[in-house]
Nanobody
Framework: VQLVESGGGSVQPGGSLRLSCVAS????????AAWVRQAPGKGLEWVSA????????TYTDSVKGRFTMSRDNAKNTVYLQMNNLRPEDTAVYYC?????WGQGTQVTVSS
């Protein structure tokens, strides 16, 4: 089982990034997935989750209206489209199927 995130980087406030997480080694389409982040010096924070079919997603209040989670089960991939990024979104972003975790991808929002 492997989850590999990509798409992180450094952007200015108001910018956008799209994170991807590619799954392998299991039947990805059978599982819900989530994005979780960890800001410097802080604990893990759940960001968003999506059901296995991709037709139901939910978000923490601080990202509602700015982030969109989606998935393409044919590609074994989940995405997190992040718009209007803020400095407080700076964190390492992890994807999880609620059992396995990726290695994380760094997102830095700074002017």
């Amino acid at each position: 089982v492997q989850l590999v995130e990509s798409g992180g980087g450094s952007v200015q406030p108001g910018g956008s990034l799209r994170l991807s997480c590619v799954a392998s080694g299991f039947t990805f389409s059978a599982y819900a997935a989530a994005w979780v982040r960890q800001a410097p010096g802080k604990g893990l924070e759940w960001v968003s989750a999506i059901n296995n079919k991709g037709d139901l997603s939910t978000y923490t209040d601080s990202v509602k209206g700015r982030f969109t989670m989606s998935r393409d089960n044919a590609k074994n991939t989940v995405y997190l489209q992040m718009n209007n990024l803020r400095p407080e979104d700076t964190a390492v972003y992890y994807c999880t199927d609620f059992g396995d975790w990726g290695q994380g991808t760094q997102v830095t929002v700074s002017s």
